[in-house]
């Protein structure tokens, strides 16, 4: 699916911040502190900002091999 802007993404391709925390097992504050940094790839939407699926699931791999 794509519009003139560009291509329009799922809705479940996306994780909120507190799913992505679970899924990941990193706790939300330290997940929201790596998304200031800008070490975590997000979508921004006033207050809501959505994770990307691949960057949920790069953080569970990283998680896993600390």
Do not use: W
């Amino acid at each position: 699916m794509s519009t003139a802007g560009g291509s329009v993404k799922r809705l479940k391709d996306y994780y909120s911040v507190k799913a992505a925390s679970r899924a990941s097992g990193i706790k939300y504050k330290a997940l929201l502190q790596r998304i200031a940094r800008g070490k975590v790839e997000h979508l921004s939407f006033g207050n809501m900002k959505l994770i990307p699926t691949h960057e949920v699931e790069r953080l569970k791999k990283e998680r896993a091999s600390c």
